[in-house]
T-cell receptor, first 113, second 110 residues
Framework: NAGVTQTPKFQVLKTGQSMTLQCAQD?????MYWYRQDPGMGLRLIYY???????DKGEVPNGYNVSRLNKREFSLRLESAAPSQTSVYFC????????????FGQGTRLTVV | DQQVKQNSPSLSVQEGRISILNCDYT??????FLWYKKYPAEGPTFLIS?????DKNEDGRFTVFLNKSAKHLSLHIVPSQPGDSAVYFC?????????FGAGTTVTVRA
C-alpha cells in the first residue's frame, strides 16, 4: 500500500547547492506531477509528465528540471538552490490527466539557507 | 495571477452543523473541479469532484455544487465531524494542469 513515495522528507541546503528530489508510484499511473506549497499560495504546479517519455512546464518551472525515468519514477532537480525555493514539495500521480483523482506523496520540506 | 480563489482562509463550525466552503475561478476553460483535504505533515487526499457538465455531485456527507455562469463552486459537509478539521483545497483542471486555491482551514468545535 505504498502509493506515492517521496524522498527525502526533510532537507536543508546552502544557497548554490544542488539536489534531486525522488518520487516513485506503484499504482501504474500514467501521469505524474511536482507541486510546491507556500503559505497563502496553495499548491503550484512546477512540472508535469502526462505519460512516460514526456515532460512539460507548469506554472513555476524556473530553477527546476525534471526527469521521467520510467513509468514509476519522476524526479525533480534543483541545479543551484536559492532561498526562494524554500518550500514544501509534493509529488503526485494520477491514472490519466487531472480529471481523475491524484494521489500525493507526504511531501519534502526543503529549506535553503 | 491565481485562477482559483478561496477567499475564506478559515472556517469554524460546531460539530453536527453544516460546513460550507466556497471557491471562485476565472478560467472558463476549466472542465473538471475537485476538492482535496489535507492534514498537517501529510499530502492532500482527494475528497470529491464534479464535471463542468453537472451542477451537483454528492458522496455521503459531502456535496459539491457548481454554478458555471457565476464561476463558483461550493463544498457542503453535513453533518460536520471533529475528523473533518483540516485544510480544504479547491482545484480546477484543464489540459493536464490542476490549479489550486490557497485553501480554507476548517475547525470543527465539539
Amino acid at each position: 500500500n505504498a502509493g506515492v513515495t517521496q524522498t527525502p522528507k526533510f532537507q536543508v541546503l546552502k544557497t548554490g547547492q544542488s539536489m534531486t528530489l525522488q518520487c516513485a508510484q506503484d499504482m501504474n499511473h500514467n501521469s505524474m506531477y511536482w507541486y510546491r506549497q507556500d503559505p497563502g499560495m496553495g499548491l503550484r504546479l512546477i512540472y508535469y509528465s502526462a505519460s512516460e517519455g514526456t515532460t512539460d512546464k507548469g506554472e513555476v518551472p524556473n530553477g527546476y528540471n525534471v526527469s521521467r525515468l520510467n513509468k514509476r519514477e519522476f524526479s525533480l532537480r534543483l541545479e543551484s538552490a536559492a532561498p526562494s525555493q524554500t518550500s514544501v514539495y509534493f509529488c503526485a500521480s494520477s491514472a490519466v490527466g487531472t480529471n481523475t483523482e491524484a494521489f500525493f506523496g507526504q511531501g519534502t520540506r526543503l529549506t535553503v539557507v | 495571477d491565481q485562477q482559483v480563489k478561496q477567499n475564506s482562509p478559515s472556517l469554524s463550525v460546531q460539530e453536527g452543523r453544516i460546513s460550507i466552503l466556497n471557491c471562485d475561478y476565472t478560467n472558463s476553460m476549466f472542465d473538471y473541479f475537485l476538492w482535496y483535504k489535507k492534514y498537517p505533515a501529510e499530502g492532500p487526499t482527494f475528497l470529491i469532484s464534479i464535471s463542468s457538465i453537472k451542477d451537483k455531485n454528492e458522496d455521503g456527507r459531502f456535496t459539491v455544487f457548481l454554478n458555471k455562469s457565476a464561476k463558483h463552486l461550493s463544498l457542503h459537509i453535513v453533518p460536520s465531524q471533529p475528523g473533518d478539521s483540516a485544510v480544504y483545497f479547491c482545484a480546477a483542471s484543464y489540459d493536464y494542469k490542476l490549479s489550486f486555491g490557497a485553501g480554507t482551514t476548517v475547525t470543527v468545535r465539539a
